[in-house]
């Protein structure tokens, strides 16, 4: 059964302290790795797309990178402004539509 | 620039009673999905539509319907609404679905007493 785990679930973090984030996932095979953020009281907004392992990218504090049966969701120096729930979601090679979310990672950042 | 628009932002529902969530995009996309959040726990997909008259389940389709009829708007329609189906609605669009990015609508909170 194709699957997606995030951990931790939730993670607090001093502003300027550095941590990462991971979802790792079971599929038979995978077309895309997707990363979103999602702000209290919204909808999910895109970050990034990983498609094979080895690639990687990165948006101002962010990196996000992909092996085989995982991705990291890299923060460096974070700022309050970081704080959000982050979800990863996968959509495997056997599927045409149909995306796989994890739970989700809560981040907060302390001043 | 709208994009996705749903209303109604919060809704309460007794048990048994009906009611349909709209949905709406601007941006011409073919695909367009409906998901559901419970609390601490992922999305998961209820029913998608790839085009005007072509609609499919998801993960969690049961109690639900959906249809299709222009490329702009995707209701979902609660039919005999349960506790078990308070949750978060989110309508969400892409222009070609497969690997491309989802763009999400404001969502709806639902709660059914």
């Known amino acids: 059964e194709d699957q997606v785990t995030q951990s931790p679930e939730a993670l607090r973090l001093q502003e300027g302290e550095s941590s990462s984030l991971n979802c790792s996932y079971t599929?038979?095979?995978?077309?895309?790795l997707f990363w979103y953020r999602q702000d209290p009281g919204k909808g999910p907004e895109f970050l990034f797309t990983?498609?094979?392992a080895g690639e990687e990218k990165e948006k101002e504090r962010l990196k996000a990178t992909l092996t085989k049966k995982e991705s990291f969701l890299h923060i460096t120096a974070p700022k309050p402004e970081d704080s959000a729930t982050y979800l990863c979601?996968?959509?495997?090679?056997?599927?045409?539509?149909?995306?796989?979310f994890g739970s989700g990672t809560r981040l907060s950042i302390r001043p | 620039n709208a994009g996705v628009t749903q209303t109604p932002k919060f809704r309460i529902l007794k048990i048994g009673q009906s009611m349909t969530l709209q949905c709406t995009q601007d941006?011409?996309?073919?695909?367009m999905y409906w998901y559901r959040q419970d609390p601490g726990m992922g999305l998961k997909l209820i029913y998608y539509?790839?085009?005007?008259?072509?609609?499919d389940k998801g993960e969690v389709p049961n109690g639900y319907n959906v249809s299709r009829s222009t490329t702009e708007d995707f209701p979902l329609r609660l039919e005999l609404a349960a506790p078990s189906q308070t949750s978060v609605y989110f309508c969400?669009?892409?222009?070609?679905?497969?690997?491309?990015?989802?763009?999400f609508g404001s969502g709806t909170q639902l709660s059914v007493l």
């Open positions: 969400a669009s892409n222009p070609t679905g497969s690997v491309e990015k989802l763009f």
């Open positions: 941006m011409n996309h073919n695909y």
């Open positions: 599929v038979s095979g995978l077309r895309g």
């Open positions: 979601a996968v959509l495997p090679s056997s599927s045409a539509s149909k995306i796989i």
């Open positions: 990983l498609y094979s």
């Open positions: 539509s790839v085009g005007a008259g072509i609609t």
